[in-house]
Structures are given as structure tokens and as C-alpha cells.
């Protein structure tokens, strides 16, 4: 492996810091893969699953304090605080890297330090970007292995010597308490320690690929975004491409595999969590995924909500916090309707039904994207994808409608920033606590918000055709606390009107937030939902709607004189319409 000078003298300063028994620079190979999984399977950090009905398949299981992702220990280090905003945690470089430095000295000894070069995004891509992470945890890697494009194809795709984000990962003691995630955007620096789990230890996904990448997209001109990527093709085998927003645990995987029970339909997948969008030369919108794999949610994946991750994740995976059969098979809740007999619970303990979850509310499979049954042929175009449409999706039990479309790009923009969902086990916290989440970004953006909304409207005028901007809400429920909307497969049909709004041919129906769709205009042929029912869902209520904009109001408040004009007009307009 050979890397650059800068490359070299960063991996010497942290060897220094942590000071780590042993160095392994790693190549991404299938042997390198295969090793450290036996060695994993000899600490026993790695479980091996059932060989025949689960080849290659490993579950891991977490500390129990250390299951999610901790956005109270997460922090914006910029030089100055205004440039992370008011919904950043902040903390200054010298203070961050002092109290963070003490958890980080000497942290590796005894162990081994992994250097781990990987690529965001397609080999070949103009956007793509380089990563350099060490890391003391062996799962890490793996896990790097299949979410990133690991090796020398990362170093060959550096333009200049100093051309890649570095990234220090150790477990440290695994303590809420001595846990830090820090991103120093300006430096294009990341630590990490005290955590093993996900966002705040794969250090491309969340930390490289949304906190820094969005800092640097802000000042090259383009947009790294918490989406998915789909395309919706129709009956004469044309496909329009989306990318849709949703908070953790909202919906995104299960988006971006639905599989069509409306004749001629299908969807093909592009990525499940994050795109990096740019403005191409002729004023196309387009997205490419940085990632090489999926690290989705395993509660409710079952053959009848998402029958492509189900078969993806039959080989060469590896479940985290899942419950475990008698036959050595992974299992969790919404897999089968009744758990099997002697399940032993995520934490590896013998679990008896009405005892709670079996598996962790957050846990999670992790496989290469090109295991997926519906991946798009064109997945890995260096080019990426013309994108045609954006979603803004979250969970709310009442006021927001199944599906509405904005007026205009700056209409959309406003609806982006405007969002709010109910919280899940994604971050540790409290469930189901309604908070603001402009474009599914709150916990992702690596600057100051406002900043961030002004980046997305001046992004509208340099597309020659905006992609048409919907709001969705698969999580509406009536007075009895049932989903008005059957969701997963059945969402199908909102794509379809979405791709036919695209090309005018769709019917909708004015008021006051954006264009809903007309009576009839949704396909439900053969679907189980009553008129009334799926009025329910699409119906806006002025009362809720004034009183969520007051909210709303609030919280763009914070932002002062930063937050641009257009967004607060468009609130005041929007309040009128509303006969507020
Ligand atoms: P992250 O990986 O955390 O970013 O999550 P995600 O946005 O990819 O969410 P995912 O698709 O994994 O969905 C999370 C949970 O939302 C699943 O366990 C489902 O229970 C639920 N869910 C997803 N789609 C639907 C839907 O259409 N309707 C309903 N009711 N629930 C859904
Ligand atoms: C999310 O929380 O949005 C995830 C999982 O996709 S994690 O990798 O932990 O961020
Ligand atoms: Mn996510």
C-alpha cells in the first residue's frame, strides 16, 4: 500500500497519540475480509450464523450501552461556533481535541491499529471522495469493507496530496461517558471514541459522508444529502429517478426497494441513505451514492414489507443486535408473525415472549449494495443519475397529508426546512418525541443551518429544469392509532403519481400548503383502503397547520438575521393562505 506523504505523516501523529501494539494497513481485499472475520470469530466478537441457511453471515452484539447513534456527544468543531449554528452542538478545536485527546492517549495499546483507505462514491467519479480512517476495532473494518470501497482504488482517486478527509476511530472503554464524535470540518478531520456502533464509528457514513461533505458541498457547489436513491420505471420501460429525505428509521431502505404490486411497475435501487447531488453542465440535477452497502434496519424486514432485503440478507452479512433461533438464525421483531421457541435476545440472554424486544429496536444488517435483487444496473455510474424528483418524508401521527406537492423550488425548499418527524431508536433518547428536522438533516448538516437553506435555494436557479420537490408521510394514523396508509409496497402508487405529475399528466388539486392529488388521481386499483380513509390521509387541516407554522416560526427565530428572507416569506405567505 502506498500513500501519500500527508497521508503518512497523519498516520504516524495519531500512531504517536494512541500508541497501538501493532499497525495493519488494509487493501480491501476478499483474504484481508476473510482473516479478520476469523479472527473476530476466535474473540468472539463475531457469532457465526447457520452455514446452510445463512452462508457467511455473522451477528455481532454490541455493548449495551452502545446500540445507537449519540447525538448529545456528537459536535460541530469549527473555528467559530456561528459557522455550526444553533442546532449543532459546538465546541472549539483546541477544547475539543484537549478533552477528547485524554480518552485517545495511549488508547491502542495492547491492540492493533487498522488504516483503512476508502472511496465515497463510484471508481471513477469526479465526485467521488477519499477517506482515511484508523480504527482499534475489527468490525470496523469489516463493516468499512462492505459500506465503502476499501484499498489502494481510494488513494488512486486522491487529486492533490492532501486530498482526503482522515478520520481517528478507537473503542476506547466503550463509555457513554468518555465518548466523543468530532468533526473539524476546516481540517477535514474526524474523531471518534467511546463507541462501536454505526454513525459513530463507520466514519465514511455519517461523519465523513454528511457532516464534513456538506461543508465541503456548501463551498464547491453541490449537495450531500441524508437520501435514498430510486428509479421508478413505468410500463413502456422508461425510468424517472428520485432521491427522497427521511429521517432515521423513517423509511428509506424500505423506499428505496419497494417492490410494485401495480402491473408494469417497478423500482430500482440506487442507494439507501445518503446522495451527493451536483449540477451537471447542462443544468442537470444529478446524484450519485457514496456507498458501497446498506446498513439498514432489521425490526419489521419480512417477505411481505421488503422482500428484496429479505433475500439480500441471506448471505454475506453481518446482523448487529438481532435475536438469535435454536437453529442459529437471525430473528427479529416483524420477521415472522410469531417469534420462534428459544430465541436468546440481542444482549445473548434466553428471552421469553412479553419480556420486550428480542432484538434491539436499532438493530441493524449490513451487506453489499450489489446483493440487492432490485440494484440498478446503473448503480455505480460515475456520471450518476438525472434526478427528477425530491422527496421530504417523516413521521407524524397527524397534520402532515399522505402526499402533497410544492408550488416551486423555493416553495419546496421551504417545505424541506420545515419538517419535523417523531424521534426513534436510531439515536438514543426518547421514541416518538415530535422535533424539527429540516430535510431529515438536523443531526447530519456540518454548518449552520440557515446557511444551509440559503445553499438549497440558490441551487434552484442554476438547474435548467428543477426536479419537482413532494412531501410525504407514510405515518398518519387515524383516532384509533392505525396507519390511515398501508405503506411499503403500496407506496408505489404515490411514486406513480409523482412520475406522472413530472410529466403532466397527473391531476392535483390546489390548497393552501401544495398540490394535492386530485379525487381519483392516486392508482388504488385492487388497493384494501376506503375513500374515506384515504381522504383522511390527504386532507390538510388549517387549524393544525397555523398552529405547527407558529412552531415553526420559533424554531427559524434561532437562526436571527441568518435565516434567509425567502424561507421566512414564504412562512408569512403560507400563514395568509391559511387564514392566519
Ligand atoms: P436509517 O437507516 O436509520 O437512515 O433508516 P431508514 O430511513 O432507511 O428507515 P427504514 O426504511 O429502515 O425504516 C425504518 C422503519 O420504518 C421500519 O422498521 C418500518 O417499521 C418503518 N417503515 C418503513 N416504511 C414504512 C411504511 O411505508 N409504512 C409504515 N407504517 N412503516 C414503515
Ligand atoms: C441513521 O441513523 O440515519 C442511520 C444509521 O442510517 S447510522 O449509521 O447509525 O447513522
Ligand atoms: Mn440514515
Redesign the pocket.
Known sequence: MSVTSVAERWVEEVTALTQPSRIAWCDGSKAEYDALIEGMLRDGTLLGLNPRTYPNCYLHRSHPSDVARTEQLTFICSREQADAGPTNNWMSPAEAKSKAGVFLRGSMRGRTMYVVPYLMGPVGSALSRVGLMVTDSAYVVASMHLMTRVGQVAVQHMRSDDDFVAGLHSLGDLSPDRRLILQFPEEKLIWSVGSGYGGNALLGKKCHALRIASWQARQEGWLAE?M?ILGVEDPEGRVTYLAAA??????????AMVVSHLPGWRAWTLG??IAWMHVDARGQLRAINPERGF???A???SPK?NPNATAMVRSNTIFTNVALTPSGEPWWE?LTTEPPAGLVDWQGNPWRPGEGPAAHPNSRFTVLAQQCPSIAPNWEDPQGVPISGLIFGSRRTNVIPLVFEAFDWKHGVFLGSAMSTET?A?ITGKVGVVRRDPMAMIPFCGYNMADYFAHWLATGPRLGKPPRIFRVN??RRDADGR?L?P??GE?MRILKWMVERIRGTARAEETPIGWVPAPGALDTTGLDVTPTRLREALRCDAGEWREALAELGRFYAQFGSRLPAPIADTLAWTLHRLGG
Not at 427521511?246 to 423506499?255: D, E, F, I, R
Open positions: 441524508h435514498l427521511m429521517p432515521s428509521a423513517s423509511g428509506k431502505t424500505n423506499l439507501d441513505d446498513f439498514g434496519v425490526p419489521n424486514t414489507t416483524g426513534t436510531a407514510w405515518f396507519f396508509w405503506g411499503y407506496n
